[in-house]
């Protein structure tokens, strides 16, 4: 399945400000810890298809984590 967005989780300070931004709501914070100690950002891969590539989230994001893809 492709992927609308893609996150580089290990770069991830869990800010939570793309899933302020989401208009979708379909952005979560993972259980598990990155590489730098924070809970990363995902979009679970069954809401992947409700993302409608808005790109607010990869705006928003301070550490640039995010990465849009068109459909
Ligand atoms: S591109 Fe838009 S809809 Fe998709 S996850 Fe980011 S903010 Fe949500
Ligand atoms: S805005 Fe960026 S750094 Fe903040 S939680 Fe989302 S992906 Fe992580």
Redesign the pocket.
């Known amino acids: 399945m492709e992927k609308?967005?893609r996150f580089n989780e290990d770069h991830c300070k869990s800010c939570e400000l793309?899933i302020g931004?989401?208009?979708?709501k379909?952005?979560r914070l993972r259980t598990e810890l990155n590489r730098l100690g924070y809970h990363p950002a995902f979009?679970p891969d069954e809401d992947q298809e409700?993302?409608?590539?808005?790109?607010?989230?990869?705006r928003m994001c301070p550490d640039a984590v995010?990465e849009?893809f068109r459909p």
């Open positions: 609308r967005v793309c931004v989401c208009p979708k379909i952005i979009v409700k993302c409608i590539s808005c790109a607010l989230c990869a995010i849009v």
